[in-house]
Every structure is written in C-alpha cells, then in structure tokens.
C-alpha cells in the first residue's frame, strides 16, 4: 500500500522560503507513468494545486505560483520536496503531497494517493 | 475565482438522492479532459471518489456516480447516509495559457 507523508517546517516568516518534504512508501518515486504534486488547501477554503514533478524530474507548475515554487525529487531517499519564496500569509495553508497517473504530455488523472497534510503557518 | 464552478452548498435528508455540479468552459470538461471528484471529511485529507468521469475506484460504494456532458460535470449520492456529510471537490484540466490543473471550490453536503 503506498503511502505518503509531509514533513517540514511549521511556521515560516514572511518573505522567507517555506521548505517540505514528502516521503514515499510501498512504491518508488522513479517508477514510470506518475506524478507527485504539491496541493494546498488554505484554512476553511478549497483546493490548489502547486505543480508536480515526475519520474523523469520533469517539473509542472501552476502559473499562478511559478515564479515562487520549485519541486524537486532525492531518488535515493525515495522523496520529493516543495519549496517556496517569498512568502506572505496568504500562504497559510494545509499542504498536501499526492500521486496522479500521467496521462499524455502534462495531463494527469486522478490523485489517488494523497499525504494526510501539514499545516503551514506563515507569521513573525 | 476557480474556473470550475460548484454550488458552496446541498443538502438533502437520509436516504435521498442529491447531486453535486461542476460547471466548466470550452477550455477545461467542454474540450473532453476527465473530471474527478473527491471527499474530504473534517480534518482529513480528500479522498478519490470518481476518476475519470464515472469510475469508482476499490472500495467506493455505488451510491456515489459520476457523468459528464458538454461543459459540465456532476455528482450523484443515493440512499443518503450521515456519514456523508463532507466536502467534495471536482478536478479537471485546464488549456488556457500554459495549462494548469483545476479543482472547482467545492461543495458542502449536509446531511439534514
């Protein structure tokens, strides 16, 4: 059964980087045909998607957060990271890590597997 | 705003039928890309509920269907149940500028 499971740091000051790391169980990152998102939800509201990165390190990001967000992937340890600049409370959020199928080019299906969440506080 | 629009809330008795819409455009569902929905209970993390339009995954009762038509995409719930009360989500993809993946804003289902 795979398993996924955030981790990093809880509170980030404003304009500084906020840096997680997801860890992957019963299944390995380097496996072709899937993706490994970023999906944050802020408090009482909905769903974002970050970006993804895959197999391949290629990485996929929401143009609305780009410029801010890099994904990377440590094949040895078997996990995939997020980090983030320049951040404000806007940024507050639970973040979550999630597996998806490619499907053909930058599309992906469903994400089936998904992190239980870490809840990033963005505050001096 | 998100692109994929749901109502913020339905709410039906124990043991009716509701359903939950995700209104798309011409440049997400309405170019043919797959919705998805999911549950998110208090606390949790969202969980798949339909991939891929209509496909329940392992495990997911068949009092919960999918179906999509034109820009449009909805979610159906039977035979009602408390344990049902929850936010879902709808997904899709999206091919305005460099493409991006979506999730509509949700809908809160109460359970009267």
């Known amino acids: 059964q795979l398993q996924l499971q955030e981790s990093g740091s809880g509170l980030v000051n404003p304009s500084q980087t906020l840096s997680l790391t997801c860890a992957v169980s019963?299944?390995?990152?380097?496996?072709?045909?899937?993706?490994w998102s970023w999906i944050r939800q802020p408090p009482g509201k909905g769903l974002e998607w970050i970006g993804y990165i895959d197999h391949r390190a290629y990485t996929y990001y929401n143009p609305s957060l780009k410029s801010r967000v890099t994904i990377s992937m440590d094949r040895s340890k078997n996990q995939f990271s997020l980090k983030m600049s320049s951040v404000t409370a806007a940024d507050t959020a639970v973040y979550y890590c999630?597996?998806?199928?490619?499907?053909?080019?930058?599309?992906?299906?469903?994400?089936?597997?998904w992190g239980q969440g870490t809840l990033v506080t963005v505050s001096s | 705003q998100s692109v994929l629009t749901q109502p913020p809330s339905v709410s039906g008795a124990p043991g009716q039928r509701v359903t939950i819409s995700c209104t798309g455009s011409?440049?997400?569902?309405?170019?043919?890309?797959?919705v998805h929905w999911y549950q998110q209970l208090p606390g949790t993390a969202p969980k798949l509920l339909i991939s891929?339009?209509?496909n329940r995954p392992s495990g997911v009762p068949d009092r919960f269907s999918g179906s999509k038509s034109g820009t449009s995409a909805s979610l159906a719930i039977t035979g009602l149940q408390p344990e049902d009360e929850a936010d879902y989500y709808c997904h899709s993809y999206d091919s305005t500028l460099s493409g991006t993946v979506l999730f509509g804003g949700g809908t809160k289902l109460t359970v009267l």
């Open positions: 019963g299944g390995s990152i380097s496996s072709g045909g899937y993706s």
């Open positions: 011409s440049s997400n569902i309405g170019t043919g890309y797959d």
């Open positions: 999630a597996r998806a199928q490619k499907v053909r080019g930058l599309i992906i299906s469903s994400f089936d597997y």
């Open positions: 891929g339009n209509s």
